[in-house]
């Protein structure tokens, strides 16, 4: 299974990289596109574009069904947002057992077990965040679980969730010193794990180890959140260290091991759509016909060294749509990457909360709807309710005013940031790094004295 080193004229050939003030954009190859049967009986076109995966020769869809963000009491919608995936050329579906609150897995088991084992392949996690897991054997029940809950005998994309997050002492507690990854790549040999890689957020000396060992461990797939904002605008200093790296640097170190890319976060959980309306004027005079998602899934996607692009789709509107955007993909033109680099880097000077509503720092023990506070003040920011340079602004008292009477008939006062008590029960749990106390502080002072 040992890769053969690239020399830097295949690396450059394979990553795509070019020189200059526009974003490192690439050629498509290699990407197929065919149309097959869906259900065995009546024919339907499949304009789906696919990736192969190195080590498999599987044909897998560019466009992946990211399953966190479905509804845990409507298993009746989730069948049909699945069938309609299927039929359409949608095969890689991404879970994990902390997703809706422990039940995403089930829910997804459900739905899937219900179509032809060989229409899909099925991604989990070993999500043991929680000490109760850190042992060989807790981790084993968490593991098998997963199969149950699943409907299935092997798993076919199966990750170590979310390394990165407290550092290297998290990983070796994880996944090091209990032998669970060892484990885990025994599992790989036998077969019940067919492709094993992980998830990466956080410290990026844990995503550098990893990949670094990778002669010992072959990683088949690495996922890492990658947009056209955090290409080169993700990087936050702490401690003297990088957390959450540029994409940029995450995706050519794979593509220069030969690791194929997961990605995760591709419209940012839906912050993108949000940004202000001079940028969306902007890509709307290029494309009058497209969304922000259709840019933001094309930008994404055009990448070679991507695998699959997850979208975390939970109503039927945006499962069209993204599916349209990827049947078949239509890369971005230089144009169009010069476009969206100057609207990141613009977007870089507005003091937004890097939050994508993920939702893992959820329930806060005081009620606190966290993911809600920072949308609500990220649409003020993009749209300049609180316009920089703030307290300087002439206009900004009556700014503030206007924002403090939308955000009090927006929330009720039990949500409201102000019942944050910092208690940081949420620090260890927020996989952008976020200092969510810090940041609902700043939402108070906005609204204190209104």
């Known amino acids: 299974m040992k890769r053969r080193s690239l020399n830097r004229r295949e690396f450059l050939k394979r990553a795509g990289i070019v020189t200059g003030g526009a974003m490192a954009m690439m050629a498509l190859d290699p990407i197929t596109s065919f149309a097959r049967n869906n259900?065995?009986?009546?024919?339907?076109?499949?304009?789906m574009t696919y990736?192969?995966?190195?080590?498999?020769?599987?044909?897998?869809?560019?466009?992946?069904?990211?399953?966190?963000?479905?509804?845990?009491?409507?298993?009746?919608?989730v069948n049909q947002l699945v069938d309609y995936a299927i039929a359409h050329g949608v095969n890689y579906f991404d879970t994990a057992p902390m997703y809706g609150r422990g039940l995403n897995e089930e829910i997804t088991g459900n739905?899937?077990?219900?179509?032809?084992?060989?229409?899909?392949?099925?991604?989990?996690?070993?999500?043991?965040?929680?000490?109760?897991?850190?042992?060989?054997?807790?981790?084993?029940?968490?593991?098998?679980?997963?199969?149950?809950?699943?409907?299935?005998?092997?798993?076919?994309?199966?990750?170590l969730h979310g390394v990165g997050q407290n550092g290297m002492e998290a990983l070796e507690n994880r996944f090091l010193k209990n032998g669970l990854l060892d484990f885990l790549v025994k599992e790989r040999e036998a077969g019940r794990i067919r492709h094993l890689g992980f998830s990466y957020h956080g410290d990026v000396r844990v995503f550098d180890w990893l990949i670094d060992h990778n002669d010992k461990y072959h990683w088949d797939f690495v996922q890492i959140q990658m947009n056209f904002l955090?290409?080169?605008?993700?990087?936050?200093?702490?401690?003297?260290?990088?957390?959450?790296?540029?994409?940029?640097?995450?995706?050519?170190?794979?593509?220069?091991?030969?690791?194929?890319?997961?990605?995760?976060?591709?419209?940012?959980?839906?912050?993108?759509?949000?940004m202000a309306q001079e940028h969306i004027d902007k890509l709307k005079a290029m494309r009058p016909n497209d969304t922000v998602a259709r840019w933001a899934f094309r930008w994404v996607s055009s990448h070679p060294n991507i695998l699959t692009t997850l979208s975390g789709m939970n109503v039927m509107e945006h499962l069209i749509e993204n599916v349209a955007t990827h049947s078949?993909?239509?890369?971005?033109?230089?144009?169009?990457?010069?476009?969206?680099?100057?609207?990141?880097?613009?977007?870089?000077?507005?003091?937004?909360?890097?939050?994508?509503?993920?939702?893992?720092?959820?329930?806060?023990?005081?009620?606190?709807?966290?993911p809600g506070n920072f949308g609500f003040y990220n649409d003020a920011m993009n749209n300049k309710l609180l316009p920089l340079p703030e307290k300087s602004n002439p206009n900004y008292s009556k700014q503030q005013a206007e924002f403090a009477k939308q955000y009090r008939e927006h929330f009720k006062a039990e949500v409201r940031a102000n019942q944050c008590m910092d208690c940081e029960e949420c620090l260890k749990k927020c996989p952008q790094g976020i200092r969510i106390p810090n940041q609902l502080a700043r939402i108070n002072d906005i609204l204190r004295g209104r």
């Open 39 to 47: 259900d065995g009986n009546k024919p339907s076109e499949n304009l």
């Open 328 to 370: 078949p993909l239509e890369p971005c033109t230089a144009a169009e990457n010069e476009l969206l680099e100057s609207i990141a880097d613009a977007m870089v000077g507005i003091p937004t909360v890097p939050c994508t509503a993920c939702a893992y720092c959820m329930p806060c023990p005081y009620g606190v709807d966290i």
């Open 111 to 159: 739905a899937l077990c219900r179509h032809p084992r060989d229409k899909y392949f099925v991604a989990t996690k070993m999500s043991n965040y929680d000490q109760k897991y850190w042992t060989l054997e807790g981790a084993k029940q968490m593991y098998e679980d997963s199969f149950k809950k699943l409907r299935v005998d092997y798993i076919d994309y199966y990750l």
């Open 51 to 77: 990736r192969t995966q190195h080590g498999s020769g599987e044909k897998v869809s560019l466009l992946g069904f990211g399953m966190m963000r479905l509804p845990r009491d409507n298993q009746e919608l």
């Open 230 to 274: 955090d290409w080169r605008h993700a990087s936050l200093e702490k401690g003297g260290w990088k957390v959450d790296a540029d994409a940029e640097y995450l995706y050519n170190k794979l593509a220069k091991a030969g690791i194929q890319a997961v990605i995760m976060e591709p419209f940012r959980g839906g912050a993108l759509s949000k």
